[in-house]
């Protein structure tokens, strides 16, 4: 059995008029983890999770989720979900939607109450519970949406798109349920086009775009693939150097050079070469990566080795 909660291999999904979804996307999910799926709108984040929830089925390849084979119905009994837009109606309380939840899913009814009232807790809603959803903000509607899909006590929720339209405050608590939901053992599995709502608290990201994963991993280990010293000066390098570093695979602009490593020793012979010009040395750091660079450049990559060649006139 696999040691993932989610463990596809090559998923495909092409829907009728010929839309590729999906093209093979592998994904692995540890166990207890916040995993990010990111990409940008259409890239095939929700068709990923429909499979997964079993709302739709792949056109090929194969995987399990919670130990059982994909579009096994069964397993949703141990699976959580709050859909993109999910709505719900405007004369219910927040409790009663719970509630309705707890029906949907054979909680038993001795149970629900104490439930319940748990959930309201957990996403800080219990004092606004008797409310109508009418009367709600966009991000008190979302925590009942997730206290919603919490209410079977699943293995594994997957949250799509959970921040759309909710304010900077309500995503801020947003992250501390997710938090939470972790530190119960709770796998939360995140889509999002919004990438500063991840970045503090994924534990791994997948950068999906055009329906491929364009990179996998912890966001640390991505980020250090794409991370090094960069080193300023003053004056402008000789045409020679230039060239010398760029089939070194640095990065040259006006005033900086920018190498591919955090390694303090690779970044000397590049000093002393500067020093051998006569450039003044002004400063040296690594520079990091954010989320947000490492998606735009795992996209744009991805979008311009996609690019058909223009035709010719
Ligand atoms: P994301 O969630 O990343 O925004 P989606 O999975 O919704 O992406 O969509 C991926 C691609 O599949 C898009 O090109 C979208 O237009 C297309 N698509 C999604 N659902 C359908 C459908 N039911 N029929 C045809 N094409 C679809």
């Known amino acids: 059995m696999s040691e993932y909660v989610v463990d596809l291999s090559g998923i495909r999904k092409t829907y009728k008029g010929g839309v590729e979804a ?3 996307v592998n994904l692995q999910v540890p166990k207890g983890c916040i995993y990010g799926l990111l990409g940008p709108n259409g890239a095939g984040k929700s068709t990923m999770v429909k499979i997964l929830t079993t709302l739709i089925r792949s ?3 194969t995987g399990t989720m919670l130990g059982r084979p994909i579009g096994d119905r069964q397993v949703l009994r141990r699976v959580g979900l709050l859909p993109e837009h999910a709505q719900f109606p405007d004369y219910l309380t927040g409790r009663q939607v719970i509630e309705f939840s707890a029906g949907l899913q054979d909680v038993p009814q001795r149970e629900t109450r104490e439930r319940t009232d748990r959930l309201l807790g957990l996403v800080q809603m219990s004092a606004d519970q008797g409310r109508k959803i009418k009367t709600y903000s966009k991000g008190m509607k979302q925590r009942i949406g997730i206290a919603q899909a919490l209410v079977n006590n699943p293995e594994i929720v997957f949250l799509d798109e959970p921040t759309d339209g909710v304010d900077p ?6 992250r501390e349920i ?5 530190k119960e ?3 939360v599995f995140i889509n999002t086009h ?3 709502e991840l970045e503090p608290i994924v534990d791994r990201v997948a950068i999906m775009s055009g329906g491929e994963i364009r990179g996998e991993g912890v966001l640390e280990d991505l980020r250090s693939k794409k991370s090094g010293y960069l080193i300023g000066f003053e004056g402008s390098l000789s045409s020679a150097t230039r060239q010398q570093f ?8 006006a005033g900086s050079v920018s190498i591919p490593s955090t ?3 690779a970044a000397q012979p590049v000093l002393d070469q500067l020093r051998e010009e006569n450039l003044i040395v002004t400063q040296m750091h690594v520079e990091t990566q954010s989320l947000e660079d490492l998606f735009i450049g795992m996209v744009d990559g991805a979008a311009d080795s996609n690019r058909a060649t223009p035709p010719k006139n």
């Open 178 to 182: 997710v938090k939470k939901l972790r």
């Open 194 to 196: 919004i990438l500063s």
């Open 169 to 174: 405050a309500g995503r801020k608590d947003f």
């Open 185 to 187: 053992g709770c796998t």
């Open 22 to 24: 999906l093209k093979g």
């Open 59 to 61: 056109s090929g390849g």
């Open 246 to 253: 760029e089939s070194a695979g640095f990065s040259c602009e």
């Open 263 to 265: 390694k303090a020793e």
